[in-house]
């Protein structure tokens, strides 16, 4: 079946060199939107990361993060930004110099300022980490994919319900249409004849244009279209492949023909019906809103 756009993942791989941990998480969204949160000097890796996410999922907005801790030895070099240390260095001096005030500067000062320190990464292993990271991220969206599917089952097995309920609601107008139907040419004929009673008008006009004004209430063809939703409803559930957007515009559909049946059905139980419909395909509505 379809599954949740809510999930949950989390792997963590150590070696010789480092301890790497990837984290995703997602909530619903009407596209795909993914966000890497990443080390800075490991910018590198998001392309990799975000086509890799891609590739399993198609709509969610997903918050990756990934944790590389590196051992002694690692790839990592730190060093001293010279060019922008002179450069505060003179401007605190002319500071100083300015205004006749000590410049107390100290190393441990100068290492906060911005770009003072410039943190890079070896481009020796790129490729390597590349694909370590890309391994426990693999291993991170096996369980997020798990926790994804266990929750579109329940939601899915909830509009499969839902969608059952609607079917008899469905049954139940379609047997009261005729009887529905009989009633109002029933109503129109007494009124006409009540009306034009002594009038030239013969008794198979006045049943005739009953016909046509009851013809005008006929919900026939709405019934036939909900059905065939349902029946579309039901494959696009227990379909793998996301259908989520299509499932929004197929509730639509299954409330415009509900409204149609109230507008034009002058009957008070099918009224109830419809009120009963439409709660129905509201949960349906906000159920499919969570799904791929």
Known sequence: MLKSMTGYGRAKVENDFREIT????????????????????????????????????????????????????????????????????????????????????????????????????????????????????????????????????????????????????????????????????????????EILGESEITEARILAEAALFADKISITEEIVRLRSHLKQLKAMITNEKAAGRKLDFLVQELNRETNTIGSKANDGEIAKCVIEMKAEIEKIREQIQNLE
Do not use: W
């Open 22 to 193: 990837v984290e995703l998480k997602s909530v619903n969204h009407r596209y795909l939107d993914i966000t890497i949160k990443a080390p800075r000097i490991y910018g590198f890796l998001d392309e990799s990361i975000k086509s890799n996410v891609m590739g399993a999922v198609s709509r969610g907005k997903i918050e990756v993060y990934v944790s590389i801790k590196n051992k002694e030895g690692s790839d990592v070099k730190i060093s001293p930004n010279f060019p922008v240390i002179e450069a505060y260095l003179n401007s605190f001096n002319a500071i100083a110099e300015k205004y006749g005030i000590t410049n107390d500067v100290t190393v441990m000062s100068v290492a906060k300022m911005s770009e003072a320190i410039a943190v890079d990464k070896e481009d020796a292993d790129v490729s390597e980490l590349t694909n370590e990271v890309l391994a426990v991220l693999g291993e991170a969206l096996k369980e997020y994919d798990t926790m994804r599917k266990n929750e579109g089952a329940q939601l899915c097995a909830d509009i499969l319900n839902r969608g059952e309920i609607l079917a008899q609601y469905v049954d139940k107008v379609e047997a009261r249409s005729p009887i529905s139907e009989q009633e109002y040419r029933e109503k129109i004929a007494v009124r006409m004849n």
